[in-house]
RNA sequence: GGCCCGUUCGUCUAAGGGUUAGGACACCACCCUUUCACGGUGGUGAUACGAGUUCGAAUCUCGUACGGGCUACCA
C-alpha cells in the first residue's frame, strides 16, 4: 500500500537561499505537486551560533515569491508541527536515549580541546583528518571505555557529554537512491557521528530521521553533499524505525559555479545573482543581490532552474509552472552536477518577457518607472509602450531604458550620432516638416512617415538621412522602435515640442 | 590521504547497442531593419583516455585520468 506522499524542504536560517537551495525546494515541491502530495518545510535550527536573526522570514518570503510556498509550515501551523527543531527538542533526546540504551549508541564526554588533541595526535601522513570512529573510540572518554560507574558518576554530576551513533563494524550500508540508483557504503569507514550535542539539541543526523518519521515523511529529496552522510541516517531508520519504513531517498546532483560548487562568492565576483532575493546579513550588513531584484519574473527562475538538472527529454525549454509539475520526473533528474551559466538564465527571462501578457507586466514597469523619477499619466498609453518594447527587455530595469522617453523628454541627446551630417538643409527640413504637422489630422505612423518622405523627395534629401536625427530628436539616443511609431504615440503637440527643442541643440 | 558521486560542443543538454551524434545559450556570417532589438537562414564546435564484450559501443564491463562532494558538538 502506498503511502501519500509527503515531502519536506529543512532550510537553516544560516542567512540567505542560493541556487541550489531554491531548487532543491523547486523539486520537492514540482514532485510533490505531481503526486497530489503534501509540502512541508520545517527549520533546521539546530545551531543556534549560526542562527542569523530574520532569516526565517527571509526563507519564506523567498518561497512566496517563487510561488512554492508549503501546504504546512511554521508559519501555517499544521498536523505535524511544531515545525522548527528547538521546538521539539525532548523528542531528540528521548530517541537519543533510546539507541544508547539498544547498545547503538553511547555517550561522550570529550571536550573540544580533546577532541582537537586526537586530531592532532592520530593525524599522519596517510590519515590527515583522523577520525573518531571504531578504531579510535576505545582512547576516548565514553561510556563504552569507561568503567560504568564512572560513566554513571559523570552523567549524575552532570558533566557535559554528547549521544555519538555506534556505527558497527565491517558491515555494507546500501540503499537506492531514486537518481542513482544503488549506493553502498562500507561501515568501517563511517565515523561515530554526534547525535545529539552537549545543549541537548540534536544534529542534523538525528533531527532528520526522528522527523521524517513523525512527520511521516514519504520521501526525502536533498543536496549530494548529504551522500556521505546517508549511512549514518540509513543505520538509524534500521534502529529506531525499522528499514522497511524509511522514506525514498534522492540526491539532487549540484550547482556548480566557475569552480566548484556555488558559492555567494561566485556572485560577488562573477557579477551574477546566486540567491532569489537580496539578502541583507544583519551581522555583517553585506548585501548579496538576489534574481528578483536584478529584474527575473518568477516564472522565469524556477524555469530556468528547473532546467539545471532535469529535462522532460523533449526539445522544449520553456516551461510554465503548471507544466513542470506535470512533467516533472524524479527519473530524469541528472546524477551529474550543472554548472549556472548566466547568460543562459537571462535568455530564460527574455523569453518569459515576450510570452507575458501586459497585465503581467503591468505593475512590475510602472514601479520601476516611478522609482527612476518617471510618472505615468496615461495607463493606456503604458500599456501600448510595453507591448511595443517588451520584445527588446532581457530583464525588468530595461524597461526603464524603452518605455521612460514616452513620458518624459529627453534630456540629453546623443549630438555625436548627428554631428556628422547634421546642415542648415536639414535643419530647414524640420521646421517644414512642422509646418505639415500642424494641420495634419490623421495621426499615424503610416500617414506621419508618408508626409515625411514626401517632404524629403521634395527637397531633394535621402529620407534615411533624416530618420536618424528625428529618432534622436524623438527619444535621445539610437534606440527604441520604429520613429513613426513612436511620433504616433508622442501625439502631435509632443512630437512637434520635441522637435523644437532639439533643433536649437543640435550642433 | 580516505570514502562517495560524476564525465557528450565553451555552457545546459538529447540520443537508454545501429543517427551525417540532435537542440538551446554564447560566438561568427548573411537576410530582415536607413536606430536598437525581435525574427529568419547558415556556420564553428563534443562522446576524457585505454582495454574488453559485441557483427556493431556515446550507450554495457573494467582500468586510468580528470572534476566535484564529504571527511565539525555546521547544515
Redesign the pocket.
Known amino acids: 500500500m502506498a503511502k501519500k506522499v509527503r515531502v519536506r524542504f529543512?532550510p537553516?536560517p544560516?542567512g540567505g537561499l542560493h541556487l541550489g537551495g531554491v531548487r532543491t525546494v523547486l523539486y520537492n515541491y514540482l514532485f510533490a505537486k505531481k503526486h497530489a502530495g503534501d509540502f512541508l518545510v520545517r527549520i533546521?535550527d539546530?545551531?543556534q551560533s549560526?542562527y542569523v536573526q530574520g532569516a526565517e522570514e527571509y526563507i519564506f518570503d523567498t518561497l512566496k515569491w517563487c510561488g512554492l510556498e508549503p501546504d504546512e509550515s511554521v508559519q501555517h501551523g499544521g498536523n505535524y508541527g511544531p515545525y522548527r527543531q528547538s521546538e521539539r527538542k525532548e523528542s531528540y533526546r528521548r530517541y537519543a536515549e533510546q539507541l544508547v540504551q539498544d547498545g547503538h549508541a553511547y555517550y561522550a564526554f570529550?571536550?573540544?580541546q580533546e577532541?582537537e588533541k586526537m586530531?592532532q595526535d592520530f593525524r599522519t601522513e596517510?590519515?590527515?583528518?583522523p577520525?573518531?570512529d571504531h578504531t579510535l573510540r576505545m582512547k576516548m572518554q565514553n561510556s563504552l571505555s569507561l568503567p560504568a560507574d564512572e560513566t554513571k558518576r559523570l552523567l549524575d554530576s552532570g558533566a557535559?557529554h554528547?549521544i555519538r551513533i555506534k556505527v558497527p563494524e565491517q558491515e555494507t550500508v546500501s540503499f537506492t537512491d531514486m537518481i542513482?540508483g544503488e549506493?553502498?557504503?562500507?561501515t568501517s569507514?563511517v565515523?561515530d557521528k554526534?547525535l545529539l550535542?552537549?545543549?541537548g539539541?540534536p544534529?542534523?543526523h538525528l533531527a532528520v530521521v526522528v522527523d521524517d518519521h513523525l512527520m511521516e515523511i514519504s520521501h526525502a529529496f536533498r543536496g549530494?553533499?548529504?551522500?556521505?552522510?546517508a549511512p549514518v541516517h540509513i543505520l538509524l531508520w534500521k534502529y529506531l524505525f525499522g528499514l522497511e519504513n524509511m522514506p525514498q531517498w534522492a540526491h539532487f546532483?549540484?550547482i556548480?559555479g566557475p569552480?566548484?560548487?556555488l558559492s555567494k562568492r561566485d556572485g560577488a565576483k562573477y557579477g551574477f545573482p546566486v540567491f532569489a532575493m537580496n539578502w541583507a546579513d544583519p551581522k555583517t550588513g553585506e548585501l548579496t543581490e538576489g534574481f528578483k531584484e536584478k529584474g527575473f519574473l518568477p516564472a522565469a527562475f524556477i524555469n530556468l532552474l528547473a532546467?539545471?538538472?532535469w529535462?522532460d527529454?523533449s526539445?522544449q525549454?520553456i516551461f510554465s509552472k503548471e507544466e513542470l509539475i506535470e512533467k516533472f520526473s524524479m527519473e530524469?533528474v541528472?546524477?551529474?552536477?550543472?554548472?549556472f551559466?548566466y547568460?543562459?538564465a537571462k535568455?530564460f527571462n527574455h523569453e518569459w518577457i515576450?510570452r507575458f501578457e501586459v497585465e503581467g507586466l503591468r505593475f512590475e514597469v510602472e514601479s520601476l518607472l516611478t522609482k527612476s523619477g518617471i510618472t505615468v499619466s496615461d495607463s493606456a498609453l503604458l500599456d501600448k509602450v510595453i507591448e511595443l518594447v517588451k520584445?527588446?527587455c532581457t530583464l525588468l530595469p530595461d524597461f526603464v531604458q524603452h518605455a521612460s522617453f514616452f513620458f518624459k523628454s529627453p534630456e540629453n541627446w546623443d549630438t555625436d550620432a548627428v554631428r556628422p551630417k547634421w546642415n542648415e538643409d536639414k535643419k530647414n527640413f524640420f521646421l517644414a516638416y512642422i509646418e505639415k504637422l500642424l494641420p495634419h489630422t490623421t495621426w499615424n505612423a503610416a500617414s506621419l512617415e508618408e508626409l515625411f518622405k514626401e517632404l524629403a523627395a521634395e527637397k531633394v534629401i535621402?529620407?534615411?538621412?533624416l530618420?536618424?536625427p528625428f529618432?534622436i530628436m524623438l527619444v535621445g539616443g539610437?534606440?527604441?522602435?520604429?520613429?513613426f511609431v513612436i511620433a504616433e504615440l508622442l501625439g502631435k503637440e509632443e512630437t512637434i515640442r520635441r522637435i523644437n527643442t532639439a533643433i536649437n541643440i543640435f550642433p
Do not use: C, I
Open positions: 529543512a537553516s544560516t533546521e539546530t545551531d549560526r570529550d571536550t573540544p577532541l586530531r596517510l590519515n590527515p583528518s577520525q573518531y557535559g554528547v542513482r549506493v553502498s557504503f562500507n569507514l565515523d554526534v550535542k552537549a545543549d539539541m544534529t542534523y549530494e553533499e548529504w551522500l556521505p552522510s546532483p549540484l556548480l569552480n566548484g560548487k532546467l539545471l538538472g529535462n527529454g526539445e525549454e530524469r541528472h546524477s551529474a552536477g550543472a554548472k551559466d547568460e543562459k535568455w515576450k520584445d527588446r535621402k529620407p534615411g538621412e530618420q536618424l529618432r539610437k534606440f527604441g522602435p520604429p520613429v
